[in-house]
């Protein structure tokens, strides 16, 4: 991050190395602005930029009328990506296995492909597809978001016909034979971080995952998991 005074950089990466190595245990108090030109011997604007910068990366917490805090860092939660394929919400499944309670709410409507999607479907950009949006809860907190594609004649209508994918596919003769994902890192949209409640310096984990059956590719999803609080645990058999 630019700025006029560099000197920031002595305060940001001395704090991070306390609360890295847990000098600085989840829910210290971090030194005050004044604190900190003392301690630091830097201006003002130096110690408010550090502070900035840390809240950023997530390491730390403002609260109104009482300063800053290290930031909790909660257990992360395993996904199991090879685990309930052949569930109609393969997370919700997982998290209910680990004792979670976990509550979703979903709509679907047409859209047309587009260039990405047409990509990665293999159809004309101007077909028709049945997106479903998935907001996941585990006890009334959002922690995942899904976008669902799939070809227009192959998607649920109802709560009963909103079997596993699997399932409704084969019930069209389409036999699944692969599942493919593609991770990565990435800042939140703002309508993300608003949805799922994400602290400043959050990142998220986009998976791109698509069925196949055989070569053709029948559905495509793209799944928005919290950085901080989700692992992703995949099996590879050999």
């Not at 698509?210 to 998991?225: F, M």
């Amino acid at each position: 991050m630019a700025t006029s005074d560099p000197v920031y950089l002595r305060v940001v990466e001395d704090i991070r190395r306390q609360i890295n190595d847990g000098s600085l245990p989840p829910g210290s108090p971090i030194p005050s602005r004044a604190q900190l030109t003392r301690k630091y011997q830097v201006g003002e604007t130096a110690a408010r930029h550090a502070l900035r910068v840390l809240a950023g990366e997530g390491l730390i917490i403002g609260r109104v009328g009482s300063g800053h805090y290290v930031r909790e860092r909660p257990d992360l939660a395993p996904l199991h990506r090879w685990r309930f394929l052949d569930h109609s919400t393969p997370f919700a499944a997982d998290l209910q296995s680990q004792g979670r309670r976990v509550t979703w709410d979903w709509h679907s409507e047409p859209t047309e492909a587009g260039p990405d999607l047409a990509r990665r479907l293999r159809v004309d950009q101007s077909a028709t597809l049945t997106k479903t949006h998935y907001v996941f809860r585990g006890d009334g907190r959002p922690l995942q978001l899904a976008t669902a594609y799939e070809p227009l004649g192959f998607a649920a209508h109802n709560v009963e016909e909103r079997r596993s994918l699997v399932t409704r596919m084969y019930a069209h003769g389409v036999k699944i034979t692969e599942v493919v994902e593609s991770v990565q890192s990435r800042v939140p949209d703002p309508s993300e971080s608003d949805v799922l409640d994400l602290p400043a310096g959050v990142h998220v984990l986009h998976v791109e995952r698509t069925h196949w059956a055989g070569d053709r590719p029948v559905e495509t999803s793209d799944i928005i998991i919290p950085g901080d609080r989700f692992r992703m645990v995949y099996s590879m058999p050999v």
